[in-house]
């Protein structure tokens, strides 16, 4: 299993390494994907005499679960990271005032009744008021 120790630490630098989220994620697919190396190192037990497989299965465990503890820690603190500086790159001055939002609006019906008046005067029409 000296293989897979070397897997480990080799996975563990990689995830140290890594510069962003994206190269994060091409690591975990990398060791841990489908076609990953701790998978196929998983597909090896199969060729194993039946005594050994239970241990060497539980190393194979041990050795991914530590490699996805490290990158979901390092990727939480890459995340962390980023929504600092995008908090720090939003800076917002909270002494300035709101804005403002216009009140109130007339009704309906005065709106229609404008727009009836406008459209006869446009036409040549008069508006007069009076008792009638």
Avoid: C, W
């Avoid at 196929?40 to 503890?69: C, D, H, S, W, Y």
Wanted: no cysteine; net charge negative.
């Amino acid at each position: 299993m000296e293989n897979l120790d070397a897997l480990v630490a080799q996975a563990l630098e990689a995830v140290q390494s890594a510069e962003d989220i994206n190269a994060l994620e091409q690591i975990r697919v990398h060791y841990l994907g489908k076609k990953g190396e701790l998978t196929q190192v998983m597909k090896t037990l199969g060729n194993l005499p039946a005594e050994e497989r239970p241990q060497v299965g539980a190393l194979i465990n041990v050795a991914k679960e530590r490699v996805t503890e490290v990158l979901n820690a390092r990727k939480a603190t890459m995340e962390e990271a980023d929504l600092a500086a995008k908090l720090a790159a939003e800076s917002i001055d909270v002494t300035l005032p709101g804005r403002g939002q216009a009140s109130g609006g007339l009704h309906p019906i005065t709106r229609t009744l404008e727009r009836i008046e406008q459209f006869f005067t446009h036409i040549g029409y008069g508006i007069a008021e009076g008792p009638e």
